[in-house]
């Protein structure tokens, strides 16, 4: 699973909560990330905010869905901000899910346990 945010503290907050059931890899922009998936790695799922520096979240989306090798690849969506057409935008690019930050951690979970096929829901059943 990778996770993309340039809050740091949000990637060390998903790193934990998912932490206990996947393998958790985290990067602070979509210009990372993208770099970090063209050296061979595939996760199963991909978790970014909307809003980051040098690549916007629903710009890596674009890309990703465009590619070859990443395009079946789920993307949840993170936002900081109440914005319903930057909500639009991330699911017409390809998103299959988007959540507003704070968001509740256990439907949070629940929703990637979920989307991944992983019975196993840790402490959030």
Same mark, same amino acid.
């Given at each position: 699973?990778?996770v993309?945010?340039? #809050? ?25 990330a ?23 979240g629903g710009?890596?989306?674009?890309n ?6 990443f395009?079946? =690849? ?7 901000? #109440?914005?319903?057409k ?10 299959i ?11 949070? =979970?629940?929703? =990637?346990?979920?989307l991944?096929?992983?019975?196993? =829901?840790?402490?959030?059943a």
């Open positions: 699973m990778l993309i945010d340039d #809050d740091k503290s949000i990637c060390w907050l998903l790193e934990k909560l998912l932490g206990k059931d996947f393998d958790v890899f985290t990067q602070t922009s979509g210009l990372k993208l770099k970090w998936l063209n050296t061979g790695n595939k996760p199963d799922l991909i978790i970014s905010d909307v809003n980051m520096p040098q690549l916007s710009v890596f989306v674009e990703l869905k465009k590619s070859g090798l395009k079946e =690849i789920p993307v949840v969506m993170l936002s900081g901000y #109440d914005n319903e930057e909500k639009e935008k991330a699911l017409a690019a390809g998103a899910s988007f959540y507003q930050k704070p968001f509740n951690p256990e439907v949070f =979970i629940k929703e =990637i346990h979920e991944t096929g992983n019975n196993k =829901i840790g402490n959030y």
